[in-house]
């Protein structure tokens, strides 16, 4: 195979080459890396080195709004520790990152398993519930708000009413008992989607004759889920749980358009608490902090992937 | 396997699939209405009185079709950006050998656990002094930078399968490293770059906090529908209508490509963050 005929496209340059083979020595590797890096090394550098490098530089600095920065080594972090809003939105954040995860994954996993006894039959319910993992956290926010509207043009309200359990209607976004839960509904909701792909894809994967064996045994569908599916389904959901925890610990659009993170702060996780004090508050310096603290967390949970991906890295 | 299913499950399955859609049911029906029934709730079809009327006020009562030709600009160039460089990149880290090659690799393909509030007070501050707040490249640069580590993962994890001997082939015949990935293995890309162009068009299409902070106007359909979403906003009806333009484009990319998608998924380990 020649390196000028074997091309689809860019037919001038293989011509050329045709024309004058060999005639121009190649570049060696490490030029021809740079020659390929170059751009992928400048938008990264920006966009990723810089910023993650400056994010640390000013979580030891005092720094407000246009000010200069001042050195206070670990003082921001002092204070994050002593910050009890700042210690409620760690608990906080914990909580909202489990139950979206618990909920969303739990209700994936299931009804992943289940739509493997009849894929056909099950396929268009699929995607409607696989469809909402299309839609962006701004547009969930806003749908869910029409959910949660405090008078009877409010879905969750009107339902009660007719339910003739009218006494029980409030505003769920407007009081900080309810808000959160309303919050982990909407985030729910718009998480499922993810746990049912992988886990319908991995049961997919699973011998036909494995199944067909349990039944011609007697496994009851259930049972058949539980000792068959299940544990054959993990790795699809193991991957499913991180990118569900990690979403959810960093999330912000959909509690900005949602809640704002109100009322009084009742619905602020560590993603939103960094936007409000950097961007609103021009605190940069404690944002910072805050920033770390958020990707340290965020390392945590992720670190099983980074291990598996840096062996991999070959 | 029986051959006919039980019957719960596909109730049960359909039913929580129709639970599943009843809000996005609403946002459609929402938008049909007018704001005097909709008080009434959207559900009660009975005596509902539909109109398109919020459809055609909504083009002129928010800055719909500025938003959208945002969101397509700002959108088409950052994916375009990802499709060109990271094949490259991948490419380089896979068949050449230059120094730091490994720990390189190592670093951008960890780069997923950066969350997207890492990059925004450093980018603010610098996109602040260099004059270039309200610019598209001030979102267009992170939206591409921040693609690598699953775009570059996806692509080389394509290549590990890719067939040695062509490259073998291609430089015995004295194709250079350069000529070799824009003659041989690029022309083979098509499936791992498709995939990183849908991730990509969805990430950037969906993204809501980087264009909210470094646009003034301007800015995309997300970023217009937070600023009119809002409780007791009477415009309901509008605000539905611009929800579903904002949604509708991805929602059909999405669906339309979810088998590359899941296929993305799985070895990028990015969501939809």
Redesign the interface.
Known sequence: ????N?????GA??RT?AAE??R????P??G??????A??AL??????L???A??VR?SFHELRGLGGASWVGLGNYAALAQDPVFLATLWRTLAFTLSVTAISVG?GWT?GL??A??PR??A????????????????S???????F?????G?LN?LLGLAGLGELAQPW??SPGTAMAALIAAAS?SA?G?PL??TF?AVQTIP?SV??AA?IDGAK?LATMWHIMMPLSLP?VR?AV???L??A??A??II??LTGGGPARSTETV?FF??RV??TEFN?GY??AT?VV??LA??AV?LP??IQ??KG?? | MPVTPPKWIIALVGAIGLLWIVPLIGVALTSLQTPEAIARGWWNLGNADFTLDAWTRVWTEYPIAASLWSSVKLTAIATVLTMLTAPAAAYAFHYLRFPLRRGTLILVINAFVLPQQVVIIPLFQLWRDMGLIGNVAAVIVPYVGLSYAWAVFLVKSFLEDFPKELIEAARIDGCGPVGTFFRIVLPNLVSPISACAILQFLWCWNSLLLPMLFLREDVPLTVMLARIAGQYDPNVNMQSAAAIVTAFVPLCVFILFQKQFAAGNQVSGGGKE
């Open positions: 195979m020649s390196c000028a074997s091309s689809g496209g860019l340059m293989a080459a083979p060999a121009r020595r190649p570049l590797d490490w021809a890396a740079m020659v390929l890096l751009p992928m938008f990264f550098g920006v966009s990723v810089y910023p993650l400056d994010t000013l209700i009804v289940l739509c006894f009849a039959q099950t268009p319910f699929r995607l409607m519930i696989f469809a909402t993992f299309g839609i962006s956290e701004a547009v926010g806003f749908i869910w708000i029409g959910i509207r405090p008078d009877s043009s879905l009107g976004l407007g909701w499922v993810l792909l992988l894809a036909k199944l067909e039944y569908p699809g991957v991180f990118i569900n990690v979403t610990l960093r912000f659009d900005f358009v993603g960094m936007y950097s961007m940069l944002g910072a920033t958020l990707l965020v390392m992720s992937a980074v991906r840096t890295a070959r």
